[in-house]
């Protein structure tokens, strides 16, 4: 099978999504990280912070926690993701998919009450032979 790279550089969709205090401390918790400054304010100040700070892989399922309809810009895939196009033609013809890597660029720390736009495009497409056993 054939690796479809014509989707390379596409966009794969834009969201605004806004980080908010509880979903980043349940976030903490969930990650296992007790650093207060995650839950009380006072400490996120001390530590530096203008807000409550999210953990640094927060913004990886923030889509999930903060995105809200009135919010979204217009979809510059016009609602048909490459992605999900290669994606459902692998699968369709017993393709396994793994999300292999993801990379955020921050400029700042993201604190509650921000919020954050971003557009994903895919930079790579690889094919690789699946193993049994170690």
């Not at 989707?7 to 903490?28: D, K, L, M, Q, Y």
């Not at 400490?43 to 999930?64: M, S």
């Not at 998919?97 to 994903?120: A, M």
Request: aromatic share 6%; proline share 8%; glycine share 14%.
């Amino acid at each position: 099978m054939a690796v479809d790279r014509s989707h390379i550089g596409e966009s794969t969709g834009a969201s605004r999504c806004t980080v908010e205090r509880g979903p980043v401390a349940n976030f903490a918790v969930a990650v296992k990280d007790e650093n207060p400054v995650y839950a009380d304010l006072d400490a996120a100040r001390a530590g530096g912070f203008d807000g409550i700070p999210a953990p640094p892989t927060f913004t990886f399922a923030l889509q999930h926690w903060g995105r809200f309809a009135e919010q979204q810009p217009p979809d510059p895939t016009g609602g048909q993701s490459p992605m999900l196009a290669v994606m459902g033609g692998l699968m369709s013809k017993g393709g396994l998919i793994l999300h292999g890597e993801q990379e955020f660029v921050y400029h700042r720390p993201v604190v509650s009450g921000d919020v954050l736009s971003g557009e994903g495009s895919s930079s790579t497409s690889t094919r690789r032979r699946a193993r049994a056993g170690p």
